[in-house]
């Protein structure tokens, strides 16, 4: 299957402080990739739809200006948690359409102390 | 709007022993899709099978298979001969078929945590 890749896998920072998740497909293009973000033993929430070349979708709730989206190219797509707070503190993750199935990268642990 | 169920928020089974996760859906899409992920305790998501709405024969891969109804709206996941590493939280998502960009997100349920007993 088709593989994609989140870096970095954990990061811990300080609050006030801005993280960058980079996602990226390794063996294909992908002009669409989905963020998502999972509380402790809860479900997957969808945050955003990341389109090359375009601006994101962002779902409804999540704050645009405090989640920054970038898709620059047909293989990577990246997240910035700007300011970031202890209740920023998730499971962010993120996938990539490929015909009718999304390939999930392997996640990214952020914890704001 | 699409709306995915999922009544078992924890199951306990027997090694060996098959096993039946419940999912039912509610969408107002003609064609659709169906997925199964599980997601071990290191927070990957792995991809388990998909049964397309319009797919007559129920999916297999390997040990799994779905028992889909689509006129009960359930697409059941079904693990024969379970095995230790089964243990993990196992998702239940659809997404609408139709290939336009922007309608392909992934509805996601609650979740079920599966834990095998040796």
């Known amino acids: 299957g088709a593989v994609v890749s989140q870096h970095p896998s954990w990061v811990i920072c300080k609050s006030g402080t801005s993280v960058k998740i980079e996602c990226r497909s390794l063996d294909f293009q992908a002009t669409t990739m989905f963020w998502y973000r999972q509380f402790p033993k809860q479900s997957l929430m969808l945050m955003a739809t990341s389109n090359e070349g375009s601006k994101a979708t962002y779902e409804q709730g999540v704050e645009k200006d405090k989640f920054l989206i970038n898709h620059a190219s047909l293989t990577l797509s990246t997240l910035t948690v700007t300011s970031a707070h202890p209740e920023d503190s998730s499971f962010y993750i993120c996938?990539?359409?490929?015909?009718?199935?999304?390939?999930f990268g392997p996640g990214t642990r952020l914890t704001v102390l | 709007a699409q709306k995915i169920t999922q009544t078992q928020p924890g199951m306990f089974v027997q090694e060996k022993e098959a096993v039946t996760l419940d999912c039912t859906y509610d969408t107002s899409d003609q064609s659709y899709g169906l997925f199964w992920y599980k997601q071990p305790s290191s927070g990957e998501m792995i991809f388990l099978i998909y049964q397309g709405s319009y797919d007559e024969q129920n999916a297999t891969e390997g040990r799994y298979s779905l028992n889909f109804q689509k006129a009960r709206k359930s697409a059941n996941l079904v693990i024969s001969a379970s095995q230790l590493g089964d243990s993990a939280m196992y998702f239940c998502a659809m997404r609408p078929l139709g290939g336009l960009r922007g309608n392909e997100k992934l509805t996601f349920g609650t979740g079920t945590r599966l834990t095998i007993i040796p």
């Open positions: 996938s990539a359409s490929l015909h009718n199935e999304q390939f």
